[in-house]
């Protein structure tokens, strides 16, 4: 009977840790304070701080409007929109996990625009002004992805064409798109840092992070995902969807990367199907290759725009 008890106790105990690693890995936080540049989670920006922080200011200070949509889902999608006059061409903008718009793209949006971009910076799921409470790592992402695409179309002209970016998770978020049925509008994917699968990530931070097998994690993951998310993290991966796709694609991802590994950069890279290019940045960690190398990244993003 001790024995059954005990063996009853470890179970619950094992329970609950699986549950809390679930809630910390998936469920939505608050993340009102993201963009405060002094506080503690966002120390590691410091030795960039003057460059993010102009880009944020002008974010706060460009002319620009707020829009919605619902997903396939059925949760209200928030986005800013900038609007670069008489332009024809559209870029949409996904941010990474658990990060923001306007601090992944700090230096982005003003750059696009600079290139005469209209500029759409979106809000994930679960993230910002848009709702939801659970993060699926791209899974249903990528269809708001399409969601926006068509809002785009909808509502600036279906004469218009479109750019598809992200970073970190967001860069997943687009590659998975790419394997969708994206409009013939959509004229490229610029993908900086993307890993190549839930899985692979989750199985990643779980062995670096706690010395978790994900063996052990990912089963209990899933079942956790099925149940409160509705979705599953089981045979999703960019290196499938690419292999299906036709859009161009240009990624980026530093040499130096210790969330995101390069290696999954180049296994996407080595899978894509379409027309593609894969920009290295040495010694740039994870999401710095534009402060790495600023003139090498804008250049490459221009022709890449500029000939498709």
């Known amino acids: ?62 002319p620009h409007s707020w829009v919605f949509t619902k997903s396939f889902d059925g949760l209200k999608l928030a986005a800013r929109y900038f609007p670069v006059k008489d332009s024809k061409r559209t870029i949409i903008l ?16 003003k750059m696009y625009c600079s290139m005469g971009l209209n500029v759409l910076l979106v809000d994930q799921r679960s993230h910002g002004k848009s709702e939801g409470r659970i993060i699926t790592f791209g899974v249903k992402e990528r269809y708001d992805a399409l969601t926006w695409v068509d809002f785009v179309l909808n509502n600036y002209g279906n004469d218009t064409d479109i750019f598809l970016g992200g970073m970190s998770m967001g860069a997943t978020t687009v590659l998975l798109s790419a394997g969708l049925n994206l409009p013939k509008n959509v004229k490229g994917i610029i993908a900086d840092c993307g890993f190549t699968s839930p899985i692979a990530i989750i199985k990643k931070v779980s062995r670096q992070a706690f010395h978790i097998s994900g063996f052990i994690v990912l089963p209990i993951m899933d079942f956790f995902c099925r149940i409160f998310g509705r979705f599953s993290i089981k045979g999703i991966s960019t290196t499938d969807a690419l292999a299906k796709s036709k859009t161009p694609i240009i990624m980026f991802h530093g040499t130096k990367d210790n969330f995101v590994p390069m290696e999954m950069s180049r296994e996407n890279f080595d899978a894509a199907e379409c027309e593609k ?14 402060f790495f190398d600023t003139r090498g990244v804008t250049e490459n993003v221009y022709e890449f725009i500029y000939s498709h």
Not at 20 to 41: E, G, P, Q, T, Y
Not at 95 to 109: M, N, P
Not at 277 to 290: C, I, M, P, T
């Open 1 to 62: 009977m001790t024995a059954l008890l005990a063996a009853l106790a470890v179970l619950i105990l094992f329970t609950l840790v699986m549950l809390w690693l679930f809630c910390f890995a998936f469920v939505r936080r608050n993340d009102s304070d993201i963009d405060n540049l002094d506080a503690k989670h966002n120390r590691f920006l410091k030795e960039y701080r003057d460059i993010i922080k102009p880009g944020m200011d002008y974010i706060d200070n460009t």
């Open 94 to 109: 996904f941010h990474g996990y658990r990060s923001s718009a306007k601090r992944d793209f700090s230096c982005a949006v």
């Open 277 to 290: 290019q894969l920009f290295l940045v040495e010694n740039a960690d994870h999401g710095f290759s534009y």
